[in-house]
């Protein structure tokens, strides 16, 4: 259920493109937030605010914030833009966008009968935080190439949670956001998985796609019930529209629970399970007993998949490149190299795909 706080904006921290971080005064104290200016308008301090402090409260990692749903005393303007997608539907915050692939759309006819994205590699990875890692790998091997980033809606739906995304757009390390399904706030909205691949080919210019949840990977420790079983379901749909799905497997050594060791049950069941079209997974060549451990792990793909044991020199000082903090479950670069390294060996073998 949610939790209900009112309070007055006492601080601006910081700004990136759609969100605004906020020290709110509440009856507990002072909170941090965050506001989603195109939903809510932009707070400003003295402002009251309407929280909803559900993630705060329970300590999430990645979602601690308290959320500004409105601004009661400062109400946004009313939209007057094209676009009847309606987003987080049937919630007190849907919001209705333009999309690529809707009739008022300037791409309608580019996309109408698209039905290819015409060869285009499409990484696909179960955590948000592996596409800087995936970029390193591509931008090593082939610099000046074009990606977008197409984001499903297992994590956070505003694009705009991510300031790993804003600081990559702003370095062109991303050509695009597409958000897809119920996500919203990328630089091209799209109804489905699949259309958000073709406007990312068809729209963007795309060279090479990767799809991922958006932040905050939703866990209950059973095999099927996780929000990254969606990567299973992304290699399908990047078949289907004659792409070339990378499956990034999700590896670590730095994590203490045993089912994420070695190759992540989640990457077994996404990938073994749930990806009915034949991918190529990518399993970096690590040394010593851990590199061998995984290498046996990802064997259990193959009766399906395609396995492709990629290099892993030059990775790890691309990665310290990386123009984002690399971070995942709260593990840094030299915290679970394993897992950076894993999705930078994914990228650079995409990158040999181009060639």
């Known amino acids: 259920m949610i939790r209900w706080r009112k309070g007055e904006v006492v601080r601006v921290r910081?700004?990136?493109?759609?969100?605004?971080?906020?020290?709110?005064?509440?009856?507990?104290?002072?909170?941090?937030?965050?506001?989603y200016p195109p939903l809510v308008g932009r707070p400003e301090v003295g402002d009251t605010v309407l929280l909803n402090t559900t993630a705060l409260a329970m300590g999430l990692g990645t979602g601690g914030y308290a959320m500004v749903v409105a601004v009661p005393d400062r109400l946004p303007q009313d939209p007057s833009g094209p676009g009847h997608l309606v987003k987080a539907r049937y919630t007190p915050l849907q919001a209705t966008v333009l999309g690529a692939d809707e009739q008022g759309s300037p791409?309608?006819?580019?996309?109408?009968?698209?039905?290819?994205?015409?060869?285009?590699?499409?990484?696909?990875?179960?955590?948000?935080?592996?596409?800087?890692?995936?970029?390193?790998?591509?931008?090593?091997?082939?610099?000046?190439?074009?990606?977008a980033y197409v984001m499903q809606d297992g994590?956070?739906?505003?694009a705009w949670f991510?300031?790993?995304?804003?600081?990559?757009?702003?370095?062109?390390?991303?050509?695009?956001v597409v958000t897809t399904g119920q996500s919203f706030g990328g630089d091209v909205e799209a109804v489905t998985l699949h259309t958000g691949l073709l406007a990312a080919r068809h729209v963007l210019g795309a060279d090479v796609a990767v799809v991922a949840q958006g932040?905050?990977?939703?866990?209950?420790?059973?095999?099927?019930?996780?929000?990254?079983?969606?990567?299973?379901?992304?290699v399908n749909a990047a078949a289907v529209l004659a792409g070339r799905p990378v499956a990034a497997l999700r590896v670590s050594e730095g994590d203490r629970r045993e089912r994420h060791v070695g190759v992540s049950h989640h990457s077994l069941t996404a990938y073994g399970r749930v990806a009915l079209a034949p991918a190529q997974v990518v399993v970096p060549d690590l040394p010593g007993e851990f590199?061998?451990?995984?290498?046996?792990?990802?064997?259990?793909?193959?009766?399906?998949?395609?396995?492709?044991?990629?290099?892993?020199?030059?990775?790890?000082?691309?990665?310290?490149?990386?123009p984002v903090r690399l971070s995942t479950?709260?593990?840094?670069?030299?915290e679970d190299l394993a897992y950076f390294v894993t999705s930078a060996a994914a990228g650079r073998h995409a990158a040999s795909l181009l060639s």
């Open 14 to 35: 910081r700004e990136w493109p759609g969100a605004v971080e906020l020290d709110v005064a509440v009856a507990e104290g002072e909170c941090r937030a965050l506001a």
């Open 107 to 147: 791409h309608h006819e580019a996309l109408r009968e698209a039905d290819s994205v015409d060869g285009m590699p499409v990484v696909v990875a179960d955590l948000h935080s592996a596409l800087p890692a995936i970029l390193c790998g591509l931008y090593a091997d082939a610099p000046g190439i074009r990606v």
């Open 155 to 158: 994590g956070a739906l505003p």
């Open 162 to 176: 991510s300031m790993s995304c804003a600081t990559l757009r702003e370095r062109d390390w991303l050509c695009g």
């Open 215 to 234: 932040p905050g990977n939703l866990g209950t420790g059973t095999r099927w019930g996780f929000s990254g079983v969606a990567a299973g379901e992304a």
């Open 291 to 322: 590199g061998a451990a995984v290498r046996e792990q990802a064997a259990a793909l193959a009766p399906r998949h395609e396995i492709v044991t990629v290099p892993v020199d030059g990775l790890r000082e691309a990665l310290k490149a990386s």
């Open 329 to 334: 479950m709260g593990r840094g670069l030299e």
